[in-house]
């Protein structure tokens, strides 16, 4: 039977395993024991979901059984099992979630060093194994077995292998000078190995282990064998907090949750009273890949006393702080609760408001004592608070208003909403801010001018989402936000305003003239005293920005939505003073020049860049 070959990414991966350093290898039984787990939970949550009552759950476990005459380790266990296209899909190609995270950041690393600290997952068989054989069962499925000696290939055939679940034979690598395969067949090696990384396991892992005893009524020794519980199987959240270590949380989070990185935070809430339940949050450095798509799963695991009935209970966190990844377990829940009674569950949903809160308190803790940490979290989902703040016509902007960062345009780096206002000078009476694409182009937006030379600072925004959560929000203590685009820019005077209306009256003429010659290519034309050192630019519509305007003609049909703003001239520009002198072709001519080099100030694209280039030219 001709071999098949694994993608190039998975290549790349057991290439990695199979030459990882030594010391890292022991790993390998964590990663075939987790996946053991996640494949029993599969089964016992499927039955559960069929209705079906009677599962027995004693009767699920995980068997090591170490052959040193045929230097094999054998992992076994009674989960849910592959079908022969199960086989070829999960372990022919690169696994889904921890493994290709890692992939995408480290596969190029030289230091292999980092291989001990990630869930890498099946391939991690190849650190030890110089074959790998999985025989495995799904029910309802022809059985069937995979092979492989490493990076030549692997076959699927099919296989008599009886019971539902998955064996997996790893045949041990030759022993070389300084390297000990051998050891993972010792029983004292795998009962150390399994305490140290899979003591939590919820299902036993049981081997079979020689002792030796007295005899009865003799002095006589014998050697029995008999099964032994390697693990203690409590799980880590249910420990007392105290005894737990925090490199054992960032372990637990990694293999739970596949992620191969710490995560920024934990939090183990144990709350007792009229409600009791006990909670494990993480916060993650970095959105799963699966983050911004319809796969992503959000939601918190649900246990009823140490027992999972849910994997994504989406009740359990609001959708503002869906990057959360953890659990709940509480005593007070009936395991047979169903989705649609949940949504309607008292209960749960004061869990969900009480573990909101510590969210968030969490988060405005760090972003006070670790604001380096907090912006590496920002930097990974402020989107998502930003969202949160926008979103269901602003119902939680309040309760998640402090939560938010904005580059500050004056201090060059992050600032909250609330260090903005407490550095406003006596003067200033709103919260300015410039939107844009990029900082750079934020920075050198013409309207941000005269704000900055105020003395004022400028909140940068320059992601689709942040205009519009400022809108939603419309002031924070009682500071209304304004867009250094804004029509009144609450900046000047009284008399500063009436002798710009007087010279508008004068101008109105001229401004008639470079309508007529624009056409419906702008709203109107007006004279502005935002402008400082650029002649002309062009502001949204009742209260709607420029980039607002781009954000909306980016969603699904907004490619109809007309792009015509308000076009504004500098009276104290130089090139304003030459307008006047114009015949109307030479009007219409500058006109066009000055509204092009507006929209592309603002980032806009030109309806005709061709033409723009040619009367540049001319002109020069
Ligand atoms: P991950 O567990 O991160 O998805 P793995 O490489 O460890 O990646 O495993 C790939 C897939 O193979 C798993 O997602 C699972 O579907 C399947 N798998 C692995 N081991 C088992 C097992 N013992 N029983 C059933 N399915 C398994």
Same mark, same amino acid.
């Given at each position: 039977?001709?071999?098949?070959?694994?993608?190039?990414?998975?290549?790349?991966?057991?290439?990695?395993?199979?030459?990882?350093?030594?010391?890292?290898?022991?790993?390998?039984?964590?990663?075939?024991?987790?996946?053991?787990?996640?494949?029993?939970?599969?089964?016992?949550?499927?039955?559960?979901?069929?209705?079906?009552?009677?599962?027995?759950?004693?009767?699920?476990?995980?068997?090591?059984?170490?052959?040193?005459?045929?230097? *094999?380790?054998?992992?076994?266990?009674?989960?849910?099992?592959?079908?022969?296209?199960?086989?070829?899909?999960?372990?022919?190609?690169?696994?889904?979630?921890?493994?290709?995270?890692?992939?995408?950041?480290?596969?190029?690393?030289?230091?292999?060093?980092?291989?001990?600290?990630?869930?890498?997952?099946?391939?991690?068989?190849?650190?030890?194994?110089?074959?790998?054989?999985?025989?495995?069962?799904?029910?309802?499925?022809?059985?069937?077995?995979?092979?492989?000696?490493?990076?030549?290939?692997? *076959?699927?055939?099919?296989?008599?292998?009886?019971?539902?679940?998955?064996?997996?034979?790893?045949?041990?690598?030759?022993?070389?000078?300084?390297?000990?395969?051998?050891?993972?067949?010792?029983?004292?090696?795998?009962?150390?190995?399994?305490?140290?990384?899979?003591?939590?396991?919820?299902?036993?892992?049981?081997?079979?282990?020689?002792?030796?005893?007295?005899?009865?009524?003799?002095?006589?020794?014998?050697?029995?064998?008999?099964?032994?519980?390697?693990?203690?199987?409590?799980?880590?959240?249910?420990?007392?907090?105290?005894?737990? *270590?925090?490199?054992?949380?960032?372990?637990?989070?990694?293999?739970?949750?596949?992620?191969?990185?710490?995560?920024?935070?934990?939090?183990?809430?144990?709350?007792?009273?009229?409600l009791s339940y006990t909670a494990l949050l993480f916060i993650p450095k970095h959105p799963p890949f699966d983050f911004n798509t319809k796969d992503f799963k959000r939601g918190l695991k649900l246990y009823a006393n140490g027992v999972m009935i849910m994997e994504h209970c989406e009740e359990l966190l609001p959708e503002y702080f869906n990057f959360v990844q953890g659990l709940v377990d509480s005593p007070d829940l009936s395991l047979n609760i169903s989705r649609e009674m949940l949504q309607h569950d008292r209960q749960l949903s004061a869990i969900a408001n009480n573990l909101k809160k510590k969210i968030l308190a969490e988060l405005l803790r760090i972003q006070r004592e670790e604001r380096e940490t907090y912006e590496t979290f920002y930097k990974a989902f402020g989107r998502t608070l930003k969202f949160g703040v926008y979103d269901k016509f602003g119902a939680n902007k309040d309760f998640l208003k402090d939560t938010l960062l904005f580059w500050s345009r004056r201090e060059d780096k992050y600032v909250t909403l609330k260090e903005y206002v407490d550095a406003m000078p006596e003067a200033q009476k709103s919260i300015y801010y410039a939107a844009g694409d990029t900082l750079s182009q934020v920075k050198k937006l013409p309207q941000a001018e005269r704000v900055a030379?105020?003395?004022?600072?400028?909140?940068?925004?320059?992601?689709?989402?942040?205009?519009?959560?400022?809108?939603?929000?419309?002031?924070?203590?009682?500071?209304?936000?304004?867009?250094?685009?804004?029509?009144?820019?609450?900046?000047?005077?009284?008399?500063?305003?009436?002798?710009?209306?007087?010279?508008?009256?004068?101008?109105?003429?001229?401004?008639?003239?470079?309508? *007529?010659?624009?056409?419906?290519?702008?709203?109107?034309?007006?004279?502005?005293?935002?402008?400082?050192?650029?002649?002309?630019?062009?502001?949204?519509?009742?209260?709607?920005?420029?980039?607002?305007?781009?954000?909306?003609?980016?969603?699904?049909?907004?490619?109809?939505?007309?792009?015509?703003?308000?076009?504004?001239?500098?009276?104290?520009?130089?090139?304003?003073?030459?307008?006047?002198?114009?015949?109307?072709?030479?009007?219409?001519?500058?006109?066009?020049?000055?509204?092009?080099?507006?929209?592309?100030?603002?980032?806009?694209?030109?309806?005709?860049?061709?033409?723009?280039?040619?009367?540049?030219?001319?002109?020069?």
């Amino acid at each position: 039977m001709s071999k098949k070959q694994f993608k190039t990414e998975s290549k790349k991966l057991l290439d990695l395993m199979i030459h990882s350093i030594y010391t890292h290898r022991e790993i390998f039984l964590r990663e075939l024991i987790s996946n053991a787990s996640d494949a029993i939970d599969k089964r016992y949550y499927a039955a559960m979901q069929r209705g079906e009552t009677g599962v027995d759950k004693s009767a699920f476990e995980i068997r090591l059984e170490p052959n040193k005459a045929a230097r *094999t380790l054998t992992i076994t266990d009674n989960g849910c099992g592959m079908s022969a296209a199960e086989l070829e899909q999960n372990l022919g190609t690169i696994a889904k979630s921890g493994t290709q995270a890692f992939r995408a950041e480290h596969a190029d690393a030289e230091d292999v060093d980092i291989i001990g600290k990630f869930g890498v997952g099946f391939y991690a068989a190849f650190m030890v194994a110089k074959k790998v054989t999985v025989y495995s069962h799904r029910e309802g499925e022809e059985p069937a077995v995979w092979e492989s000696e490493g990076e030549d290939g692997y *076959t699927v055939k099919p296989a008599g292998y009886e019971p539902v679940g998955t064996k997996i034979v790893l045949t041990l690598k030759d022993d070389g000078d300084e390297e000990s395969y051998g050891e993972f067949l010792e029983t004292y090696r795998l009962q150390s190995l399994v305490k140290k990384y899979s003591d939590y396991i919820r299902y036993p892992i049981r081997m079979q282990v020689e002792r030796s005893r007295k005899k009865e009524g003799s002095d006589e020794y014998e050697t029995v064998v008999e099964d032994q519980t390697l693990n203690s199987q409590v799980p880590l959240w249910r420990k007392n907090k105290s005894e737990i *270590t925090k490199e054992e949380y960032a372990q637990f989070y990694r293999d739970v949750f596949h992620d191969y990185e710490e995560p920024i935070t934990t939090l183990h809430i144990n709350a007792e009273g009229m409600l009791s339940y006990t909670a494990l949050l993480f916060i993650p450095k970095h959105p799963p890949f699966d983050f911004n798509t319809k796969d992503f799963k959000r939601g918190l695991k649900l246990y009823a006393n140490g027992v999972m009935i849910m994997e994504h209970c989406e009740e359990l966190l609001p959708e503002y702080f869906n990057f959360v990844q953890g659990l709940v377990d509480s005593p007070d829940l009936s395991l047979n609760i169903s989705r649609e009674m949940l949504q309607h569950d008292r209960q749960l949903s004061a869990i969900a408001n009480n573990l909101k809160k510590k969210i968030l308190a969490e988060l405005l803790r760090i972003q006070r004592e670790e604001r380096e940490t907090y912006e590496t979290f920002y930097k990974a989902f402020g989107r998502t608070l930003k969202f949160g703040v926008y979103d269901k016509f602003g119902a939680n902007k309040d309760f998640l208003k402090d939560t938010l960062l904005f580059w500050s345009r004056r201090e060059d780096k992050y600032v909250t909403l609330k260090e903005y206002v407490d550095a406003m000078p006596e003067a200033q009476k709103s919260i300015y801010y410039a939107a844009g694409d990029t900082l750079s182009q934020v920075k050198k937006l013409p309207q941000a001018e005269r704000v900055a030379d105020a003395g004022y600072d400028i909140l940068c925004l320059t992601e689709d989402v942040d205009e519009f959560a400022l809108r939603i929000l419309e002031s924070y203590q009682e500071k209304p936000f304004r867009s250094v685009s804004d029509p009144d820019l609450d900046l000047f005077t009284d008399e500063q305003k009436k002798e710009l209306e007087k010279r508008a009256e004068e101008a109105k003429p001229l401004l008639e003239r470079i309508k *007529t010659a624009l056409g419906d290519k702008v709203l109107d034309v007006r004279l502005t005293d935002r402008l400082k050192s650029t002649a002309a630019c062009l502001t949204g519509d009742e209260g709607m920005s420029v980039e607002m305007f781009k954000v909306l003609r980016q969603m699904p049909n907004g490619a109809s939505i007309p792009m015509a703003f308000h076009f504004e001239l500098n009276p104290d520009h130089p090139v304003y003073a030459k307008l006047a002198s114009l015949d109307d072709d030479k009007l219409k001519e500058y006109a066009d020049l000055l509204l092009a080099q507006a929209k592309l100030v603002a980032g806009l694209p030109l309806n005709d860049p061709a033409a723009f280039a040619e009367s540049m030219l001319k002109l020069m």
